[in-house]
Structures are given as C-alpha cells and as structure tokens.
C-alpha cells in the first residue's frame, strides 16, 4: 500500500465489496426505523469511501445505502483521520501560525524603532516617554481621544521644532487644552499618535544626521 493516497477508511476494497453484498441482503425493502433513528456516520469522506460515491447527507441517501453505512460503523468504529479535512485543517493552522509570525515580526519591527527614535534622542539630552490623554475633548480638531502621545521630560529644538519640557511632541497652541492631562503609562505601550511619531522620526534623522 505504500505511495498510495491516504483513505478515510482502513477497510479494504474487497471487505468494502464484502460489506455492500451483506448489505444487499439484509437491508430489505422496509426501512428500520430503529436503524434509521440511530443512524450515524463518522465523517463525510468516510461514508464516500464506503458508499463508493460522494456522501450528500441522511436525506440524499437511500435505505440500502443507510443500512450499508449502519453497518460499516459497526465494523469499522474507529476509522482514520480524514484526509481531506485533516489537511485542510492543517493548513489552516499553518496559516494561522504564519500569520501570527507576520504580527510578531510587524510588533517586533514597530517596537524596535521606537527603541532605536528613544535612544537617538536621549543621545542628544532629550528624555521621552509615553503618556496617554484621557481628556475627551471630541469637538476640537487635529485631536485624537485616548490617544498615546510621545512626551518631552526635556526641551527639544531640532530643525523647525520647537518644545517645551513637559509637553507632548505633537502639542501647539491650539491643541494644547485636549493635551492638558497627559498620564505616565507603565505598560511599555508605544505612542498611538500619529503626530508626535511622525516630529519623532524627523528630530532623530536630523539628531543622527
Ligand atoms: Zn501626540
């Protein structure tokens, strides 16, 4: 049997053969309903194999047939995994896992550049970190509520950009009332906003530069 395709049922064909012959005999003209009330099957691809044809469900097969997969449960009660559905499940977990991997190397990437902005500013003096608005101010604009800001603990005056301490990086006279209550977070989360990342990458290429 080796190279052949994987089956959903370890029966040979001629105890398949076997079995649909019994079958023929003992199935009658009447249905049992007692069989028929019990009637199960354990997977649609091994009641193909066994029918000799596609398996459609309870109602798309006829008595003879019922009673032939009745009593193939009875022969064969622990078949093998199915193979089509084993391998789709298995892809499917491999793609899950890939794109898991995806997400892990996307955080890991998103999580050192912020290593990398944090260290070029510091080399030069300026000390950030990340703090989170809690302020809901909804009608202003440029304002993101909930948002994580990159925070100055040190003035910062790189290029066109001018800071305070004790600012977010995307803080201007306008917005300055919805930035009023920024709070240190302890949870290692990078900055959300949009804004202050965008003046982060362009003071640490001038930094660097
Ligand atoms: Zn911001």
């Known amino acids: 049997m080796s190279g052949s395709e994987p089956r959903a049922t370890a029966l040979t064909p001629e105890e398949l053969d076997e079995l649909r012959a019994r079958a023929d005999r003992e199935a009658g003209s009447f249905v049992d309903a007692r069989v028929q009330a019990a009637f199960r099957v354990h997977n649609p691809e091994w009641a193909a194999e066994i029918l000799g044809r596609p398996y459609g ?7 003879p047939e019922l009673y032939l997969l ?3 449960v009875q022969v064969e009660p622990t078949p093998p995994p199915p193979p089509r559905a084993t391998a789709a499940r298995l892809a499917r ?3 899950e896992a890939d794109a898991g991997r995806a997400a892990a190397e996307e955080a890991a990437g998103r999580e050192a550049e912020w290593r990398e902005l944090v260290d070029t500013l510091q080399a030069a003096g300026v ?5 989170h608005n809690y302020t809901s101010a909804r009608h202003l604009e440029f304002y993101t509520q909930g948002a994580d800001h990159v925070y100055l603990l040190d003035p910062l005056h790189v290029g066109r950009l001018h800071r305070d301490a004790d600012v977010a990086l995307c803080h201007t006279p ?3 009332p919805n930035l009023a ?3 240190p977070t302890t949870d290692g989360r990078l900055p959300s906003c949009q804004t202050c990342l965008r ?3 362009s003071a640490a290429r001038r930094l660097a530069a």
């Open 199 to 201: 003046h982060m990458r």
């Open 70 to 72: 009745h009593i193939a």
């Open 57 to 63: 469900g309870p109602y798309a097969i006829t008595w």
């Open 181 to 183: 209550y920024l709070e």
């Open 174 to 176: 306008s917005n300055a």
């Open 93 to 95: 977990e491999a793609e």
């Open 127 to 131: 000390r950030v970190e990340v703090r």
